[in-house]
Nanobody, 116 residues
Framework: QVQLVESGGGLVQAGGSLRLSCAAY????????MGWYRQAPGKQRELVATVTGSGSTNYADSVKGRFTVSRDNALNVVGLQMNTLTPEDTAVYYC??????????WGQGTQVTVSS
């Protein structure tokens, strides 16, 4: 079992920056991919960015060049640095982890609100 605990988020003006962090806890951690998804009101949950244990990253086109995902394998922590935020980035952001045996875990979600 894996528990994901998120921190960060909040309210920021357009053009500003925020950083999210997520720590994974569990008795047997076998995590392959960690990353972030988001869900805006009335929309489906979508991928934001992911990073594998070897450091390979994947970004949604809408955040490329503005967001940076990072990972500390030793601490099982994943971060998301978000720069040049726009109101369209407003959403609940969820931490996600996928183990090597394809089990999926989600954090509780953290609100990011960008005012215009």
């Amino acid at each position: 079992q894996v528990q994901l605990v998120e921190s960060g988020g909040g309210l920021v003006q357009a053009g500003g920056s925020l950083r999210l962090s997520c720590a994974a806890y569990g008795s047997f951690l076998n995590i392959n991919v960690m990353g972030w998804y988001r869900q805006a009101p009335g929309k489906q949950r979508e991928l934001v960015a992911t990073v594998t244990g070897s450091g390979s990253t994947n970004y949604a086109d809408s955040v490329k060049g503005r967001f940076t995902v990072s990972r500390d394998n030793a601490l099982n922590v994943v971060g998301l640095q978000m720069n040049t935020l726009t109101p369209e980035d407003t959403a609940v952001y969820y931490c996600h982890a996928q183990t090597y045996n394809y089990r999926h875990y989600w954090g509780q979600g953290t609100q990011v609100t960008v005012s215009s």
